[in-house]
């Protein structure tokens, strides 16, 4: 799909993070229920979470961000509602592409996947980058984390957007890899 087709259906992209996975399917439900909205992933994980990730035009992802924040009530562990989504971030969340030999490769390690999610926005935006992967809570405690790729002043560009952009407390690290080995390209997707 091209970066205009992208653009014209993913105006905005949302996340929710609840506590309780049975509330979190509560709060699935409202969601689909309040707007016409995609739901891009929805699923239990570690450690007895339920994250949601969301979008669509804005005001119907406003819409469902809105009901979903009120329903998850005290059990909200994060959100994210994220106007203007670069166009790349939700194919690099179902995406697994190796690093070109020659990428630098950064590795960014959140605390939740609304940060993550977040995070990858703010690197993409920044300078001309790509988040081969994206890996969102499950099998990692809940926590989120991506790798940046591309040219070494472009990729360390990014990760220092990420530092000024996102609260220093949600960040669990931040890596540099100048020159991957070829024998760990695969293990960075």
Do not use: C, N, Y
Not at 20 to 27: L, N
Not at 97 to 107: K, N, S, T
């Amino acid at each position: 799909m091209s970066d205009v087709a992208h653009r014209s259906t993913l105006e905005a992209v949302a996340v929710v993070e609840t506590a309780s996975i049975a509330r979190g399917f509560v709060v699935l439900d409202a969601i689909a229920k309040r707007a016409p909205v995609t739901v891009r992933r929805a699923a239990p994980v570690s450690p007895g979470k339920l994250v949601i990730v969301f979008g669509g035009e804005l005001e119907a992802t406003r819409e469902s961000h809105h009901v979903a924040l009120e329903l998850a009530g005290s059990g909200l562990v994060d959100e994210l509602l994220l106007p203007g989504a670069h166009p790349m971030l939700l194919p690099a969340m179902d995406a697994v592409v190796e690093p070109a030999p020659g990428d630098a490769v950064g590795i960014v390690e959140t605390a939740t996947v609304a940060t993550a999610v977040h995070a990858a926005d703010v690197a993409l935006k920044a300078v001309t980058v790509a988040v081969p992967r994206m890996h969102l809570a499950v099998g990692v405690g809940g926590k989120g984390w991506f790798t940046v790729a591309g040219a070494l002043a472009d990729v360390e560009a990014a990760l220092g957007a990420v530092k000024g952009a996102v609260r220093e407390d949600r960040i669990v690290a931040i890596e540099l890899i100048a020159q991957p080995h070829g024998e760990i390209r695969g293990f960075l997707s």
